[in-house]
């Protein structure tokens, strides 16, 4: 069974930093695209990054480009987002994905809240 | 970029309603449009690729239809189950989402 849990999420101030991690099992992480996205409250989903099986080819969405960097660690089958300098506009619930076939999302985590407030 | 349209934003049915909703590219996008379903408080989960492939698993109520830039995704007999969200993505250049489609009990 594939699964997708995503951690790291809370309470930051504007101007602070976070750190989203993505373990997974059940599917072959270092062979597969993944990607992050997220869903502010009440509203539809965004592609926010996403980065290729060994890590040289990373993508970010315009709005959050300098602030927020996507790795990934294939010994322990985890993905990770950096995210520095955050917005309140940034306020959203953040999901990881396994992104195949050039951006289809087939299996998502549960996402992880990330609230920006003073 | 292109931007992706969902019509209705709402649509209230019955179970056993036949429902459609329909997703407008601002350009083509050849087959390469996706449909996901997502319940309050959980993930989406993928329903359709290639506007009209079938995921594994999924009801054979659900089917989807469309090319270029006009879309659709059809539910045959709406059951209890099928009252959700209902996102159309396109992943021809960037990953652009709809606004999404609820689909509640009429």
């Known amino acids: 069974e594939v699964q997708l849990v995503e951690s790291g999420g809370g309470l930051v101030q504007p101007g602070g930093s976070l750190r989203l991690s993505c373990t997974t099992s059940g599917f072959t992480f270092k062979n597969s695209w993944m990607s992050w996205l997220r869903q502010a409250p009440g509203q539809g989903l965004e592609w926010v990054a996403n980065i290729n099986a060994d890590g040289s080819d990373k993508s970010v969405m315009d709005s959050v480009e300098g602030r927020f960097t996507i790795s990934r660690d294939n010994t322990k089958d985890s993905l990770y987002l950096q995210m520095i300098s955050l917005r309140a506009e940034d306020t959203a619930v953040y999901y990881c994905a396994r992104d195949v076939k050039g951006g289809i999302f087939d299996n998502w985590g549960q996402g992880t809240m990330v609230t920006v407030s003073s | 970029d292109i931007q992706m349209t969902q019509s209705p934003s709402t649509l209230s049915a019955s179970v056993g309603d036949r429902v459609t909703i329909t997703c407008r590219a601002s350009?083509?996008?050849?087959?390469?449009l996706a449909w996901y379903q997502q319940k309050p408080g959980k993930a989406p989960k993928l329903l359709i690729q290639r506007a009209s492939s079938l995921e594994s698993g999924v009801p054979s109520r659900f089917s989807g239809g469309g090319s270029g830039t006009e879309f659709t995704l059809t539910i045959s007999s709406l059951q209890p189950d099928d009252f959700a969200t209902y996102y159309c993505q396109q992943y021809n250049t960037y990953k652009m989402f709809g606004q999404g489609t609820k689909v509640e009990i009429k």
């Open positions: 350009q083509s996008i050849s087959d390469r």
